[in-house]
């Protein structure tokens, strides 16, 4: 089918979508969009009804802003656009089955600065935050072509090549001139892995049954993981320590930057008042906590370089300010993909599970701003058979099999983008 022919056919899907599609077949809410003013950028909310993948671009002649997502359906109603914003218009609708996509008329040219999803806490929803600013066409061309997000869209157009049918609003929705998602890295050598057992010399952890510790349970679950994946011969692996030895947690995020990693793996054991609370959790990074539990949790494992007499509050400016700069990146929704899959392994791979095993909060250690990173939780020491289970080899060796299964997961995931 030549380019004219499928344009229009693809326009004729449009028009079929929007006058026979059902607004209830999609599981996404587009809850409100709003806006914050501020002097150096504009910030843009859309409130969600669920956490979802997204991407966000910038497009030219006429200059628009794009943000593509699953299925959705529109209660946002008419958007209020101050003046301030630079937005002419803005426009949503199906792009291809799955995807809908929402398009902001610009009067002039704008850069997007970050875009990032934040859970739902308390009484806020789910949000996908954009921030933006006015650009000139010369800081335009310099940033054209850069994609936030990590939503799989089929485009037929190389990044940065565009082909708009002028005079067709449609055409912006179908998403002909719209570049695909770039790879987050293209992998020439083998992606390497950092494996990060917590605690470790002074630091003991948490203590279980019969004398055993976290930071022994966790290092051999960790040397495990390790000679499964360099088993596969697909994967580097480095480990932030393979000795009973204490690190700083600002050194292990270092560490792993420093080397240039491609996935970060944290692995501790919880404690908890309750003995009979069993089962693995996954986290990823977040500002706020998803529950009280996971609070004090990332609250407890944070004062562990207290114990070595280093006070966390005093570190340098980088580290202070990594939080920002890790949203400002794909990295945090890298990592949400990433922890949801493995999650899928670990249920599948007979692994018992807390109930909402994703969970999120503000680790120190998972600040790396370019690497995506998850701890998890194997198990609780204050559980005593799930203890004796995490020092049995076999369950280990289940657990880094699961774990394992995730990581595959995540790089086959991390590929077809790439050949996309």
């Known amino acids: ?39 150096e950028k504009t910030r843009m909310v859309l409130d969600l009804s669920d956490v979802s993948d997204f991407r966000v671009f910038a497009l030219s002649d006429p200059y628009r802003m794009v943000i593509d997502l699953p299925g959705f359906n529109w209660k946002a109603g008419s958007v209020v656009k101050p003046p301030q914003t630079g937005i002419s218009d803005v426009r949503q609708g199906p792009l291809q089955p799955g995807i809908s996509r929402i398009v902001f008329d610009m009067k002039n040219a704008v850069s997007v600065k970050s875009a990032f999803l934040l859970p739902a806490q308390n009484e806020k929803s789910n949000r996908l935050v954009i921030d933006f600013t006015s650009a000139s066409p010369q800081e335009f061309a310099a940033d054209k ?4 997000g990590t939503l799989r869209v089929s485009d037929d157009t190389a990044p940065g090549q565009e ?16 570049p695909p998602i770039p790879p987050r890295k293209s992998f020439g050598k083998k992606p390497l892995i950092i494996i990060d057992p917590g605690h470790g010399g002074i630091d003991p952890g948490a203590p279980g049954p019969s004398n055993l510790r976290e930071k022994d349970v966790v290092l051999a679950l960790g040397l495990e993981l390790k000679k ?22 600002a050194d292990r995020v270092k560490f792993a930057r420093n080397n240039s990693g491609d996935l970060f793996v944290s692995i501790h054991a919880d404690s908890v008042h309750k003995a009979n609370i069993r089962g693995a959790s996954v986290y990823t990074l977040s500002q706020k906590a998803s529950d009280a539990q996971t609070a004090k949790l990332a609250e407890k494992e944070n004062k562990a370089d207290l114990i070595a007499g280093i006070d966390l509050s005093t570190e340098d400016e980088q580290v202070a300010n990594i939080l920002y700069d890790f949203a400002m990146t794909d990295t945090m929704n890298q990592s949400k993909f990433f922890a949801n899959t493995l999650v899928d392994r670990m249920k599948s791979g ?25 701890l998890i939780e194997s198990g609780f020491m204050s559980n005593a058979s799930e203890a004796r289970m995490l020092n049995q080899t076999n369950y280990r060796s289940k657990m880094a099999s699961s774990i394992r299964s995730g990581i595959d997961a995540y790089f086959e995931h991390v590929r077809l983008t790439q050949n996309n």
């Open 1 to 39: 089918m030549n380019r004219f022919l499928k344009n229009i056919a693809l326009a004729l899907l449009f028009l079929c979508l929007t006058m026979t599609g059902s607004a209830s077949a999609y599981a996404l809410d587009v809850i409100q969009v709003r806006f914050g003013l501020h002097n």
């Open 145 to 148: 072509g850069k994609i936030f």
């Open 163 to 178: 082909t708009t049918l002028a005079g067709s609003p449609a055409n912006d929705l179908l998403g002909i001139d719209s």
């Open 228 to 249: 499964q994946l360099l088993a596969t011969g697909r994967y580097r692996v480095m480990m932030t320590r393979d000795k009973d030895e204490f690190i700083r947690l």
């Open 350 to 374: 007979g692994v018992s599970t807390l109930d909402n095993t994703h969970r999120y909060a503000g680790f120190a250690v998972l600040k790396a701003p370019d690497i995506p990173s998850i």
